[in-house]
């Protein structure tokens, strides 16, 4: 198998990223999707690696979506469903601000995710302008669950990004992540969502306003269980089979 990444930014700010896991034959046409995935950019960065080993996961988390009339009320449910999961308002409302500002210490968004520790509401990530990529996952078969999704409503326009991020999300709770809370950079989406092990993948919109070009992810997790669950995120690679 073959690891394939992209970034992308635009006058210092991340913009865009993906990632593939796939086999050596695709990687032409691959590289050449990914390369036409930001809409604007200064500096794209394409990075493709050998995977000696995958690990398969069988089922990815179940989808729920919710829609709301406002920001306000799509995050007043976001931090209601994180204090489901034991996490503090204060904590929940703490990594709503940092998206909301953009978690980059100098302003906007960053390439990975911020690390919030679950009891204390501390960041832990080692590089708080980089934060922490989860990398080396994919759907086993994207065109099964392409079709899949399309059978069940979804609109064609978002399904990537829906794809990309529930399969990250899967991976991410296979890893030890507790919870998720992320939007995206896009200005024009405006769908976020929380993610964990219990709860499933629970689509919530609008959880920013459309326009807005801040976006990013907090994952809360345990601080004694920091360093494997980095090393899982960022090294081992997986394929999820189904939905």
Known sequence: ???????????????????????????????????RRPKAYDKLVITVERVESVHVIQKA????????KSVQDARA??????EELGIKREFGQKAIELLEKGPNPRGGNMRGAVLMDIQTGERLEPDQERGVRTVRVDWKDRKFIKQTLLKRGVKRKYLNRLMDALVLATKNVHCGVLAELC?????????????????????????????NPIGGRVYFVKREHLED?????????ILVESL
């Open 77 to 82: 449910f976001a931090l209601e469903k994180l």
């Open 1 to 35: 198998m073959i690891s394939v990444r992209m970034r992308a930014q635009l006058k210092g700010m991340h913009v865009s990223g993906a990632e593939r896991l796939i086999e050596e034959k695709n990687l032409p046409r691959i590289v050449q999707e990914l390369l």
């Open 61 to 68: 988390l179940t989808i729920y979506s919710y829609d709301f």
């Open 229 to 237: 669950l980095i090393e899982c995120l960022e090294k081992k690679a």
């Open 183 to 211: 939007w995206s950079d896009d200005e024009d989406y405006t769908t976020g969502y929380i993610a964990s092990g219990s709860l499933g993948y629970v689509r919530i919109n609008p959880l920013k306003e459309l326009g």
